[in-house]
């Protein structure tokens, strides 16, 4: 891709061997500078898949803010793109970040959210997660977050909490300068609401948030929220 920004694409994985090839199939679409792979410890064929598509394979402890922060230590872009293992980027969106970065003075932002499914409920929720987004300015890890490498190293990464590091993140970001929530949309997997229960799911991450604001432990926080593959 003609950019004089080089995108560093990086996806924390954990026992995603169902859906990572296709994931990782659309990134290379996507033509970035590099792809990092951060594992916490699958025991599927995860890591055999992700090495198909790229040699910068790190492990880390579980934990999407310890992963994330192992695959930026490797990383070597201008723009880090933190994209979760079961969400997509289309190239017309990937390319509007691009000229979003290169064309004023942001440090970074999120994707809008798109919960990739027809069912009423989850384009209710998809809709009320962007209206939350856009006027409480709170962005969530299934939007993308992307952000310059500079403001990333002066941000010392992501908190290594083990829940909500991506509220944690947004927040610290826009204190550090002018961030954008861009209108074109980060595709994620409405796996965790089938799985869990729509309303049930979104109920919980809705408490868990706000307690969270309130001052919450994460480590209490996380025994509401367990991994689901």
Known sequence: MDSLLKVSIIVPTFNEAQGLKETLTQIQQLCPHELVVSDGGSDDNTLEIAKKFTKHVVYS?????????????????DIFLFLHADSRIELASFEKMLCSLKSSDKIGGAFSLCIDSDKWSLRLITRLANLRSKYLGMAYGD???FVKNSTFQQMNGFTEFPICEDIDFFK????????????EKALTSPRRWMKEGIWFTT???????????????????????????
């Open 143 to 145: 939007q993308a977050f």
């Open 61 to 77: 402890p579980a934990g999407r803010a310890l992963q994330m922060n192992s695959g930026a230590q490797i990383a070597t872009g």
């Open 172 to 183: 610290r970001l826009r204190k550090l300068g002018p961030v954008i929530l861009l209108k």
């Open 203 to 229: 109920l919980r991450n809705i408490l868990i948030a706000t307690l969270f604001e309130l001052g919450f432990p994460p480590r209490i926080l996380t025994k509401w929220y367990q991994a689901i593959r």
